[in-house]
C-alpha cells in the first residue's frame, strides 16, 4: 500500500468517525428535548348549584352541579361535575367538564374531603381543596394534562357553591 492509498484510507477513516460523532451528537440533543410542552398556569374561579342530588346508599349521594366562570386557557366557561358525595366524611369523588365558549372541553377527574365551618349564627358551610387532574378533552384541549386545586366553599342550605381553580396545564403538540 503506497502513501496515497495510506492517506486515503485515514481520511477516510477520519470521515467515518465525524459522521459516527455528528450522529451521536444530534442523538443526545434530540433526547435531551422534553418529550412534553412545558406546563403553564391553569388558574379560575367558578359559581356552581347543585341541580341534584340522589341517594346511593345510607352515606353516600350522587350530586350533579352546574355552574360558570372563567379561567385561563378556558375563557368563560360553564361546568358540570357529576360526582359522588359522602355524608359523613364530605368526600367528593368523580369528574368536571369545563366547556369554553367556542366548544372546546376540558375534562378532569376530582377526589377530596370537604369540611365544616359554621359561622357565628351556626350556618354551616363545607370548605376545601379538591384535586383535579386533568384527563384531557376536546379543540385545544384534546390529550391535555396537569393537575388542579378545586377549592370550594359550599353552602349546605342553599346548595350553591363558590370555588378557585389553581393548578398547572400542558397542552399536547404546543
Known amino acids: 500500500m503506497g502513501l496515497r492509498d495510506s492517506i486515503f484510507s ?3 477513516f477520519l470521515g467515518m468517525v465525524f459522521l459516527a460523532t455528528l450522529i451521536l451528537s444530534l442523538g443526545q440533543a434530540w433526547a435531551g428535548k422534553p418529550s412534553q410542552p412545558p406546563a403553564v ?3 379560575g374561579v367558578a359559581e356552581e348549584q347543585a341541580i341534584s342530588a340522589v341517594p346511593v346508599d345510607i352515606d353516600h349521594v350522587f350530586v350533579t352541579t352546574v355552574g360558570g366562570g372563567t379561567a385561563t386557557h378556558l375563557g368563560k ?7 359522588l358525595s359522602g355524608l359523613t366524611d364530605f368526600s367528593i ?4 367538564t369545563f366547556t369554553a365558549a367556542n366548544g372546546d372541553v376540558l375534562e378532569a377527574e376530582i377526589v377530596g374531603n370537604l369540611h365544616p365551618v359554621p359561622d357565628a349564627s351556626g ?3 363545607l370548605v376545601g381543596d379538591v ?3 386533568i384527563t384531557g378533552g376536546t379543540g385545544r384541549f384534546a390529550n391535555a394534562s396537569g393537575s388542579f386545586t378545586f377549592s370550594i366553599v359550599f353552602d349546605t342550605q342553599t346548595f350553591h357553591s363558590t370555588a378557585a381553580i389553581d393548578g398547572m396545564i400542558r397542552f399536547a403538540g404546543k
Do not use: E, L, N, W
Not at 77 to 83: A, G, K, V
Open 10 to 12: 485515514a481520511r477516510r
Open 123 to 125: 350556618h354551616v358551610f
Open 77 to 83: 366557561f360553564t361546568f358540570i361535575s357529576p360526582h
Open 41 to 43: 398556569p391553569f388558574k
Open 131 to 133: 384535586a383535579g387532574t
Open 93 to 96: 369523588d368523580g369528574t368536571q
